[in-house]
């Protein structure tokens, strides 16, 4: 038997923020960008589960989340210092591995299956590593296992916060029928407002059609949710994880302001990387920018998108976005780059395989 755990942190950075000021614990707390007492732009990266009650959450745009709750405590994003956690965190859960796949800086697939012989075992080794991860690294986590990745990631969702959720094989179909269809994993918005409108309103009622009928309005896309819905995953933990970059670079034969010809080159640049990718058969999830100015200063810009893509439109779009949120106006460049990162191996036709 196939054994499978999700290790996901809970409220990731703001857990993070409280381990290094105990003093917000308990308190309404937010890392996003600057509220600007509620004029500021951009959204609330994660809120703690105080804050949540109040209607707090990620994506949000930041001034709303400031008119609920003005006296929340707000934080900046310090990536850096996440990451450094997370890198403690994902030592710890390989130990505890077979196989080891990390789907996101909070997040990570282990199959335990050679390790752990039966469900009592799987929970018990699972039991010990979250405890092992608040003692020795000081944050808390949720875990789902079950014998598949797709069950054992919505298993997790269910645990959150700070629990274990083991969902059996034969359980798994009863276990998420009852799930609003918006919760199967890789169904986003958009996607469940259509399986809605359709009269799929829960992962049950995907279950009971008809899969012909799925794959007719889906395509592959409706094999995969009809499997999925059935809590059928056949993917396995993916060890080979790599984090690279594919990037270029081009300096102007004259220093230039004119957005235009910049704007251009990072189409082009984008293009280029587009293609290597293509090549290499990854998917990439960051996009960054490079601005040298005429003064030599350098400028790195990146963003992270909330999935992993393969779409060489999207680098040029992602990075044209960054170059104008950015670029000082006026301010003459000498040079621009763009840049993909980490990348997962692209799997051929995986449009849910959008874990993070
Ligand atoms: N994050 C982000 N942008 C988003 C969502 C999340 O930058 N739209 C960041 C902040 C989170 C981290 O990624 O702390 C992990 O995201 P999760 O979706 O796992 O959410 P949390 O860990 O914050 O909360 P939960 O306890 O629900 O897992
Ligand atoms: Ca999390
Ligand atoms: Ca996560």
Same mark, same amino acid.
């Given at each position: 038997m196939r054994?499978?755990?999700?290790? +996901?942190?809970d409220?990731?950075?703001?857990?993070? @923020?409280?381990?290094?000021?105990?003093e917000? #614990?308990?308190?309404?707390a937010?890392?996003?960008?600057?509220?600007?007492? &509620?004029?500021?732009?951009?959204?609330?990266?994660?809120?703690?589960?105080?804050?949540?009650?109040?209607?707090?959450?990620?994506g949000?745009?930041?001034?709303?989340?400031? *008119?609920?709750? =003005?006296? %929340?405590?707000y934080?900046?994003?310090?990536?850096?210092? $996440?990451?450094?956690?997370?890198?403690?965190?994902?030592?710890?859960?390989k130990?505890?591995? +077979?196989?080891?796949?990390?789907?996101?800086?909070?997040e990570?697939?282990?199959?335990?299956s050679?390790?752990?012989?039966?469900?009592?075992?799987?929970?018990?080794?699972?039991?010990?590593?979250?405890? @092992?991860?608040?003692?020795?690294? &000081?944050?808390?986590?949720?875990?789902?296992?079950?014998?598949?990745?797709?069950?054992? =990631?919505? %298993?997790? /969702?269910?645990?959150?916060? +700070?629990?274990? !959720?083991?969902?059996?094989? /034969?359980?798994?179909?009863?276990?998420?029928?009852?799930?609003?269809?918006?919760?199967?994993?890789?169904?986003?918005?958009?996607?469940? #407002?259509?399986?809605?409108?359709?009269?799929?309103?829960?992962? &049950?009622?995907?279950?009971?059609?008809?899969?012909?009928?799925?794959?007719?309005?889906?395509?592959?896309?409706?094999?995969?949710?009809?499997?999925?819905?059935?809590?059928?995953?056949?993917?396995?933990?993916?060890?080979?994880?790599?984090?690279?970059?594919? &990037?270029?670079?081009?300096?102007?034969e004259?220093?230039?302001?004119?957005?235009?010809?910049?704007?251009?080159?990072? *189409?082009e640049?984008? !293009? @280029?990387?587009?293609?290597?990718?293509?090549?290499?058969?990854? %998917?990439?999830?960051?996009?960054?920018?490079?601005?040298? $100015?005429?003064?030599?200063?350098?400028?790195?810009?990146?963003?992270?998108?909330?999935?992993r893509?393969?779409?060489?439109?999207?680098?040029?779009?992602? %990075?044209?976005?960054?170059?104008?949120?950015?670029?000082?106006?006026?301010?003459?460049?000498?040079?621009?780059?763009?840049?993909?990162?980490?990348?997962? !191996?692209?799997?051929?036709?995986?449009?849910?395989?959008?874990?993070?």
């Amino acid at each position: 038997m196939r054994l499978i755990a999700l290790i +996901d942190m809970d409220y990731f950075f703001v857990a993070c @923020e409280e381990l290094r000021h105990p003093e917000i #614990k308990s308190r309404p707390a937010v890392v996003g960008s600057d509220p600007k007492q &509620g004029e500021g732009r951009g959204v609330v990266m994660t809120a703690n589960y105080a804050a949540r009650k109040f209607g707090l959450r990620s994506g949000m745009p930041i001034y709303l989340a400031y *008119r609920i709750k =003005k006296d %929340a405590i707000y934080l900046p994003v310090d990536f850096d210092y $996440y990451e450094e956690m997370s890198k403690k965190v994902m030592a710890l859960v390989k130990t505890y591995a +077979d196989k080891f796949e990390q789907v996101s800086i909070d997040e990570a697939f282990i199959d335990i299956s050679s390790r752990a012989k039966d469900y009592d075992a799987a929970l018990e080794q699972m039991r010990k590593l979250k405890q @092992e991860v608040k003692d020795k690294i &000081g944050l808390p986590c949720s875990i789902g296992i079950s014998t598949n990745k797709l069950v054992a =990631k919505m %298993a997790s /969702d269910d645990a959150k916060p +700070d629990g274990i !959720k083991l969902v059996k094989e /034969d359980e798994a179909k009863e276990f998420l029928s009852k799930k609003p269809v918006g919760d199967l994993y890789g169904v986003g918005r958009k996607m469940r #407002k259509v399986l809605e409108d359709f009269g799929y309103k829960s992962v &049950g009622d995907l279950a009971k059609a008809n899969p012909v009928v799925l794959v007719e309005r889906f395509k592959s896309y409706g094999a995969e949710l009809y499997n999925y819905a059935n809590g059928r995953d056949e993917s396995e933990v993916q060890e080979n994880w790599e984090v690279k970059s594919i &990037g270029r670079e081009r300096t102007f034969e004259r220093d230039t302001s004119d957005r235009y010809e910049i704007t251009k080159a990072i *189409r082009e640049m984008s !293009k @280029e990387v587009g293609e290597e990718m293509k090549r290499q058969g990854f %998917a990439f999830k960051v996009v960054t920018i490079k601005l040298r $100015y005429s003064n030599f200063e350098e400028n790195l810009k990146s963003r992270s998108l909330t999935h992993r893509s393969v779409d060489p439109e999207e680098i040029a779009q992602v %990075a044209t976005q960054l170059f104008d949120k950015y670029a000082e106006t006026g301010e003459e460049l000498r040079k621009v780059g763009v840049r993909v990162s980490n990348f997962a !191996k692209y799997k051929g036709q995986k449009r849910m395989a959008e874990y993070a």
